[in-house]
């Protein structure tokens, strides 16, 4: 009964590969985010998307790239890896119009770019 | 864009005592919500309490209550009777009325000691 799934949880790959990360919520929400969170906790959104249509798109380099299929999934697709790509990535969700939009969080997926 | 101060980068409780966590915020709104959130070693990030603006009284949850003070823009959490498994790092967080984006603080590292 997990309200925001990550997958993967650990992402350990080589610079210059290709990666994605997949998030599904079941909370029936309308909205889904992208943060990264770095070495020193700092949370900073990257993308938020409302009905699968993107409404934030932080200053990001366009190696990343979100695709929302549905409005239960947001995936992350990160292109040719760097080493400062390495952080905890969290997805989120929340309704809009209701309890002031509180965001719900994935478990994370921690990634290692050597 | 609206900001989110935590000046506490660490703060220590024993066990049982009761400790505030501080934040203040800069915004020219007066319609908003506001977040504490707390994330444990096992990264999760779990909503804590909210509160929204526009309400005089202060949220509580249980242990957990906040002090709101809209014209200071200081919105700091009470954690009474402190437990080990309070230990963690506390987000707190502003939405807008209007938007959908988070704006978080730094975060402050709460040590419970037996």
């Not at chain 1, 997958?7 to 590969?17: D, E, I, R, S």
């Not at chain 2, 009777?81 to 967080?93: I, K, N, P, T, V």
Request: glycine fraction near 4%.
């Amino acid at each position: 009964d997990t309200a925001v799934s990550q997958t993967p949880k650990y992402l350990v790959t080589q610079m210059g590969n290709d990666k994605s990360i997949k998030c599904e919520q079941n909370l029936g929400h309308d909205t889904m985010y992208w943060y990264k969170q770095d070495s020193k906790k700092f949370l900073k959104i990257m993308f938020s998307y409302n009905n699968k249509e993107l409404i934030i798109n932080e200053t990001v380099p366009n190696r990343f790239s979100p695709k929302s299929p549905d409005k239960a999934h947001l995936n992350l697709h990160i292109n040719s890896l760097e080493l400062g790509d390495s952080a905890v990535y969290f997805c989120a969700s929340s309704q809009y119009g209701l309890a002031g939009e509180t965001q719900y969080f994935g478990p994370g997926t921690r990634l290692l770019v050597l | 864009a609206q900001t989110v101060t935590q000046s506490q980068p660490e703060m220590s409780v024993q066990e049982a005592e009761t400790v505030t966590l501080s934040c203040t915020y800069d915004t020219s709104e007066s319609d908003y919500y506001l977040f504490w959130y707390k994330q444990p070693p096992s990264r999760q990030m779990i909503l804590v309490i909210r509160q929204e603006a526009y309400k005089q009284q202060n949220a509580t949850e249980n242990r957990f209550s906040v002090n709101f003070q809209k014209a200071a823009k200081s919105f700091s959490l009470k954690i009474s009777d402190s437990q080990l498994g309070d230990a963690a790092m506390y987000f707190c967080a502003y939405r807008s009325n209007t938007g959908n984006q988070f704006y978080f603080g730094t975060g402050t590292s709460l040590t419970v000691i037996p």
